[in-house]
């Protein structure tokens, strides 16, 4: 794992759970009441901002375990990674927050 996602992991331990890497992306879970306070800092961070959101997605969960599970797809062009953000909302309430500059 990149020494950055090291020192993210460890800053954000609060926030995020970190998940298994997918094509040496790193991948995080976190939560609908916690994602726009995450993407507003990692777009911030001093040492490794992840500036652009490249894609958002969502993944219906729901025949396994009555989730819709919403992935964001970050880029830092510092550090020339990727981020994956996934928060898991319930499919009998599916609304999270905006993220918009």
Sequence with gaps: MNQ??????NQYSNTIEVLPSFRD?????????K????????RQHSEHPFEML???????????NETIEVVY???SHVIHSYL???????????????ASR
């Design 4 to 9: 950055s996602f090291v020192k993210l992991n």
């Design 25 to 33: 992306e790193c991948a995080w879970k976190t939560t609908r009441e």
């Design 35 to 42: 994602i726009i306070e995450l993407l507003s800092a990692l």
């Design 54 to 64: 490249v894609d958002v997605t969502a993944v219906d969960r729901t025949p396994l």
């Design 73 to 75: 797809h970050l880029y």
């Design 84 to 98: 994956r953000i996934k928060v898991p909302l319930p499919s009998a309430d599916p609304v999270i927050q905006s």
